[in-house]
């Protein structure tokens, strides 16, 4: 035990780092907040530990089964991230993991020790807590005032970069709120009241449906929990029917209102997403089957899934104007990246967790302990549940509260053999928030540089995007925010500027760095054709096209060369996959003097095509464009392949 003056400077540094979170944003970057608030934890964690160096490094300190856990997912992934295709990535997870890990360990120390009191670190929490809410209730109350609620709530996303998050966020917030109802006093009590109904509230008008069944699944978990407890010898432990049916009732009022929309129903229904995350799953799949050890290396996930084809998903994933990033599945994600052990660690972590949790309410004696642990087991179900459809291990505002969640299950004295100088561990900690650090410094100054990058690439300024390359790449980051190579751009810059051998240089270094990305792989063709490598660059343009079969590029790439050959039926194969669009240059430069060749010659792949043509007696350009998208028009089946 410490001295007062002591635990009260702990409880004002953790309650200042929670109070400030939410504020930490640069405007400059891509992702506003992303590594921003790494950081920020990263010195927050080196503050705390130095803090307390002098009441925790002489001691022996008892580690829980739930920490080590942590720390084997930790060291799994490290050894993962050697044969990985792009350390920068994994480098960018692991410094993610370590402060993860350490800001764990800090907790559960300060907690354990008494040098962090629980109702301290729920307060600090809370108004973390208040301030998203609050900031959020603005933001909807604008899009009401301004009429276009529905649409509107779209752009709310309170102080992170996404609804989706800010939805996630506030559920996580739930149970520091019952934990403030019943451990805190007077005022702060009924402020953590009203905060749970408007998280609740704010939770069904986002309209995130992965939390709201994590909401209910939560909820369901903990009552089922109290169904069985009921009966334990404690004064005051009985079923809070007047709270409970509040909540529900407001949260049934909500729903009942959105459910009145067709706009609601209609989006709420939708399975879309649903059968597009079934694709990011097979792909995971098939990407564990083929590297069942170790994975693929963390970070290095969306590197590898196009590998695995892209045939399904949305038009802008096959075009490679948007790259998936994420399975929405953080247990498949686990599992390809760092193997099945990999993911023993990482459930370890949640089922010691749930073993803490019930030797404290075996051992409980007050009600009010009783519920925090009811709270807890909502939280952690709920992030559990959640985390089956989508991402909140990647941001570092749901980490820090699911530590938060953790933490508080092992806030009592552990008992574990295992015992490990205070002073070890400790050190470890520091020495992995500093290579934490310097990494994400490195790809802070990247991806900041990276925004000059992608304003050139928008305004095809092939001059100063190669010299924005060169500034923003670095040993720590060399992806843009997109999954992009930042070598692709300067690749493409050296190209148009007549440098096709510069630009080929810089396309096989960004194919070393992501070799599925359909962009890298197409450019790469653009490079050897100009310089004469049609046969060598088809290779590549047919690599491109096994991976995203209406890649509209690429198959104007390919019928392009088929044309300087006079293999007017391979350009004809190719084209016919790419959407007719009349603006488009290069299809019309191409479709059209290849169908004034096929009305000529003996076509019998194209045989209903041609006499389609034929009969309709094209004597313009124009006349044969409108012929051809005719003919797709009234055809049954969706491509001309066959006799078709």
Not at 43 to 52: D, H, K
Not at 196 to 203: G, Y
């Amino acid at each position: 035990m410490t001295k007062k003056g002591t635990s009260s400077i702990t409880e004002w540094i953790f309650l200042l780092f929670w109070a400030i979170l939410p504020f930490i944003s640069v405007s400059s970057l891509v992702d506003n907040t992303l590594i921003p608030r790494q950081i920020y934890l990263a010195v927050f964690v080196l503050i705390g530990i130095v803090s307390a160096w002098k009441a925790l490094s002489s001691s022996s300190l008892k580690m829980s089964f739930a920490l080590l856990s942590y720390l084997g997912f930790f060291v799994i992934s490290a050894i993962s991230s050697f044969w990985a295709i792009n350390t920068a990535e994994s480098l960018a997870v692991l410094a993610r993991y370590s402060i993860v890990f350490s800001f764990l360990f800090l907790s559960m120390e300060l907690l354990k020790s008494k040098k962090l009191g629980l109702e301290s670190f729920a307060k600090g929490i809370l108004v973390f807590a208040a301030i998203a809410a609050i900031f959020a209730a603005f933001q909807l109350l604008k899009a009401a005032s301004e009429g276009e609620f529905l649409d509107g709530i779209y752009s709310v996303k309170g102080a992170f970069s996404h609804k989706n998050l800010l939805s996630s966020v506030l559920m996580l917030s739930l149970p520091f709120t019952v934990i403030g109802f019943v451990k805190l006093k007077s005022w702060q009590k009924k402020a953590s009241l009203a905060l749970l109904f408007l998280i609740i509230a704010e939770i069904f008008v986002l309209r995130t449906r992965g939390v709201w069944l994590s909401t209910f699944l939560g909820a369901l978990a903990a009552a089922t929990v109290f169904y069985f407890i009921r009966k334990k010898p404690i004064d005051g432990l009985i079923f809070p029917k007047k709270l409970f049916f509040s909540g529900l009732a407001l949260a049934f009022v909500v729903f009942a209102a959105l459910f009145s929309t067709k706009e609601v129903q209609s989006s709420v229904s939708d399975q879309t997403n649903l059968e597009t995350r079934i694709k990011f799953w097979e792909n995971s799949l098939e990407m564990l089957q083929e590297n069942p050890i170790l994975g693929v290396g963390p970070g290095n996930w969306k590197i590898n899934f196009p590998k695995y084809n892209l045939q399904g998903l949305d038009n802008n994933v096959m075009q490679g104007i948007t790259h998936i990033q994420r399975p929405h599945n953080d247990y498949l994600w686990v599992l390809s990246e760092g193997g099945p052990l990999s993911l023993i660690f990482y459930l370890g972590i949640f089922v010691f967790t749930f073993l803490r949790i019930r030797k404290n309410i075996i051992k409980a004696e007050k009600v009010e302990d009783i519920s925090v642990d009811l709270a807890l087991i909502f939280g952690l179900v709920a992030y559990l549940s959640f985390s089956i459809t989508d991402f909140p291990m990647e941001r570092i505002s749901i980490n820090a509260l699911l530590v938060g969640l953790i933490a508080l299950a092992h806030r009592k004295d552990i008992l574990s053999k295992i015992v490990v100088k205070g002073r070890v561990i400790m050190t470890l900690s520091i020495l992995l928030c500093l290579a934490s650090l310097y990494v994400l410094n490195q790809r802070f100054k990247g991806e900041k540089a990276s925004v000059e990058v992608l304003k050139f690439n928008r305004l095809q300024d092939p001059k100063r995007i190669v010299p924005a390359v060169d500034a923003a790449e670095n040993e720590y980051f060399n992806l843009d925010n997109y999954s992009n190579p930042l070598r692709y751009f300067s690749a493409m810059g050296k190209l148009v500027q007549n440098n096709a051998q510069g630009a080929l240089e810089d396309i096989e270094i960004a194919e070393e760095q992501h070799p599925n990305n359909i962009l890298v792989l197409n450019l790469k063709a653009n490079a050897l054709k100009s310089l004469g490598k049609n046969e060598e660059a088809m290779l590549y343009l047919n690599k491109a096209t096994d991976i995203a079969p209406r890649f509209e590029q690429a198959l104007l790439n390919k019928a392009e060369i088929y044309y300087a050959q006079k293999d007017y039926e391979q350009v004809l194969r190719n084209i016919t996959q790419v959407i007719p669009n009349i603006k488009n240059q290069k299809f019309t430069g191409l479709l059209i003097p290849t169908l004034m060749e096929l009305v000529k010659q003996d076509a019998p792949y194209f045989k209903k095509l041609k006499v389609y043509l034929k009969n309709g007696n094209p004597n313009s350009p124009d006349a044969y464009y409108q012929l051809y998208t005719s003919y797709l028009k009234n055809r049954k089946k969706p491509s001309l392949e066959g006799n078709s």
